[in-house]
């Protein structure tokens, strides 16, 4: 065991965060640790790491420990992928026994996360991960911790194994609350059926005579028998109010939008962008391309930091020189600058202003994106940044728009957040231009991707999983290329040895085999 925790308790002000029975941390234990925006998940791997204390109970470390943060140092020149790259370094040289890594994916790009991959599949030691990066959870995780209203509850596999739990546990729910309905449906009938008798009770039945009722005592007996009844209708009562109650699982409403200009757009080209040079400075991002957007499209613009991704998209937004958008183009643009909303107003008051969507649309949007019921009417100022940023989208996706540009717009987000923001947009009948490093959601929404890699700049019809299938195999063949060239130099160098020996056509043979063995 490298960690035990004991009735940890932590409070924030006058609310309880956490309140956690027992943690147990293994050698090799390999934890994902997921839950919504502000439920302390930070501050549970805080805790765990000893940087911060609890209010009430224990924790035992029997290892090394060492916490990766998810706020790092910034007064430096270098970049954000630099400086997590260099804090990861230093994190895994000091070769803990338990890492605890909070959202480590930050500002890395996808090459950097997929290095990172590799790095703590070979690790040795135990880790706690947060992240809202799904597929680098699936790549790394063998057990997700799930923490909501304050408690940890533990799933057995990675993330899509979690994922597959979750939904059995609501199907479950939803057959629990389908037999609590028909049981509590049948127990009302009974009761009326039972009332109704009981009323009944106190009439004489038609066929029995006057002397027979004499005889019987007609009294007596219609008070037992309606006595009798009562009772009955008494212990279902008992039983409607013992009767265990299961509340509705939440459905997820369908959203169909009013865009403008949806019938002149769908399946045209909306935007044109030819012989567009990338340039900062003196520094070639990209050289001299063209390409073309239809309506409808989901367009993802993929590349390393630094490659030029945010100055492409502005370029288009700005409609720069050799970029030019079909007059039936409403743009919309949605980064991680929240000035669009007024802090003073309500998430209502925010996402409506801008909208010529029906109100019940917008408030299923919003309820797609976790503010239910109340939430709407709550003021933006007391969101947290990630609810924030939510609201922002939802501001921008119903306004009157029909192509929606995004830079990075699952940063800050919790993975139901980021989930919710998928279907949002796979249900969008518009057009989606973005950019994301995070490799599920790509997969999930983009239907061509846009890659910018070594000043070229490539567009491939077909999904993010297609266009690595298509990246490994012109990478294979490229190779193999250059192993027919090698063996063919290797080949002919051979035959002049065997003809005129000489030390040069030795030393050249040696330097092509080595080129032979580096490229096996």
């Not at 007996?221 to 279902?236: D, E, H, S, T």
């Not at 063209?290 to 998209?313: C, Q």
């Not at 924030?388 to 009157?400: E, G, L, N, T």
Request: hydrophobic share 35%; proline share 2%.
């Amino acid at each position: 065991m490298l960690l035990e925790a004991i009735e940890l308790k932590y409070y924030v002000k006058d609310r309880l965060l956490l309140e956690i029975e027992h943690l147990q941390i293994q050698e090799k234990h390999r934890i994902g640790l997921v839950g919504k925006n502000g439920s302390g998940k930070t501050t549970l791997l805080e805790l765990l790491a000893q940087v911060r204390q609890p209010e009430s109970g224990k924790i035992h470390c029997y290892g090394y420990c060492e916490l990766l943060p998810q706020l790092k140092k910034t007064n430096t020149t270098k970049s954000g992928g630099e400086v997590t790259q260099d804090y990861i370094n230093q994190a895994l040289a000091k070769k803990p026994d338990l890492l605890f890594a909070d959202e480590p994916t930050t500002n890395l790009d996808t090459d950097h996360i997929e290095k990172l991959e590799r790095q703590l599949q070979r690790w040795s030691g135990a880790f706690i991960l947060v992240s809202h990066d799904r597929e680098f959870l699936d790549a790394l995780c063998t057990t997700i911790w799930e923490l909501e209203e304050g408690q940890i509850k533990e799933y057995t596999g990675n993330y899509s194994d979690y994922v597959t739990q979750k939904e059995l546990e609501r199907r479950q729910q939803e057959s629990a609350y389908e037999q609590y309905e028909r049981k509590k449906q049948q127990l009302e009938e009974a009761l009326v059926l039972k009332e109704q008798k009981a009323a009944r009770a106190t009439k004489a039945p038609k066929n029995l005579s006057a002397s027979e009722a004499r005889i019987k005592g007609a009294k007596p007996y219609f008070a037992n028998k309606q006595k009798k009844l009562r009772q009955a209708a008494k212990a279902i009562e008992t039983r409607l109010e013992k009767l265990e109650k299961v509340e509705k699982a939440k459905e997820t409403p369908a959203i169909k939008m009013n865009l403008p200009n949806e019938e002149t757009f769908k399946g045209r080209i909306i935007l044109r962008v030819e012989d567009v040079i990338g340039k900062v400075g003196e520094r070639t991002l990209w050289k001299k391309a063209s390409f073309h957007v239809k309506g409808g499209d989901k367009l993802a613009i993929i590349g390393p930091n630094g490659s030029g991704k945010t100055t492409l998209v502005k370029k288009m937004i700005r409609q720069e020189e050799g970029i030019r958008f079909s007059p039936s183009v409403k743009v919309g643009y949605f980064s991680q600058n929240l000035d669009v909303l007024d802090v003073n107003q309500s998430i209502l008051e925010n996402v409506r202003s801008t909208s010529k969507q029906e109100e019940s649309l917008i408030r299923t949007v919003l309820a797609r994106l976790h503010f239910f019921r109340e939430d709407v009417y709550k003021k933006v100022s007391v969101l947290s940044g990630g609810e924030r940023v939510k609201v922002a989208f939802a501001k921008i996706f119903v306004s009157d728009i029909n192509t929606i540009f995004m830079d990075e717009p699952t940063n800050f987000l919790d993975i139901q957040a980021v989930e919710a923001l998928e279907s949002l947009l796979q249900e969008y009948a518009g057009t989606v231009v973005f950019v994301s490093h995070d490799r599920r959601f790509i997969e999930s929404i983009a239907n061509r991707i846009l890659a910018i890699e070594k000043q070229e700049l490539q567009v491939f019809d077909g999904s993010y999983k297609e266009y690595e299938q298509a990246s490994v195999k012109t990478e294979r063949d490229a190779l193999e290329d250059k192993r027919l060239l090698l063996e063919t130099k290797i080949t002919d160098v051979l035959s002049r040895l065997s003809i005129e020996p000489s030390s040069e056509l030795e030393e050249e043979f040696q330097q092509l085999l080595q080129q032979k063995r580096n490229l096996e």
